[in-house]
């Protein structure tokens, strides 16, 4: 399984972003389930809507609703968890959205996570691996 943070499905959704060919080559080619924590649901239509391509949004919707991503909610442990990496981690500082991605890598056991963000998810260490494995690759 592979856990998608924001900037990877954002950079998808633009065909402008500098990282839109290689994200939509490492999504597409994953063989991994695709799992989209809730929180970066929002936060992906939140940026797409202040940047303009709000209609991008309707597609990524319907890619969720056809499976292709599979949608994860929190559980109340994760919230906990949350809470945890952000105190700790609140030099950063470690957002919401980017300690709930860590907190369901932990619980689900997965080990790789697709995201852009190579300052926090290189400087996070999660309980059950040493570092997780950022896809696509830097």
């Known amino acids: 399984m592979l856990i998608c943070d924001t900037g990877p ?4 959704l633009d065909r402008r972003d500098p990282d839109h060919g290689r994200c939509l080559e490492a999504l597409t080619g994953a063989v991994d389930r695709l ?24 597609p990524f919707l ?6 292709e991503l599979q949608t994860i909610s929190p559980a ?8 945890e990496l952000c105190e700790r981690y609140d030099d950063l500082p470690l957002g919401m959205v980017d300690a709930c991605v860590v907190a369901l890598a932990e619980r689900l056991g997965a080990t790789a996570v ?3 963000d ?8 999660p309980r059950h691996v040493e570092r997780l494995t950022i896809l696509p690759e830097p």
């Open 9 to 12: 499905l954002y950079a998808i």
């Open 35 to 58: 799992l989209v924590p809730i929180p970066v649901v929002t936060e992906v239509c939140q940026l797409a809507e202040s940047r303009q391509i709000s209609r991008a949004v309707p």
């Open 62 to 67: 319907r890619g969720l609703a056809g499976g």
């Open 118 to 125: 190579l300052r926090h998810f290189s400087i996070v260490r």
């Open 114 to 116: 697709a995201t852009l």
């Open 76 to 83: 109340p442990e994760d919230w906990r968890r949350v809470a």
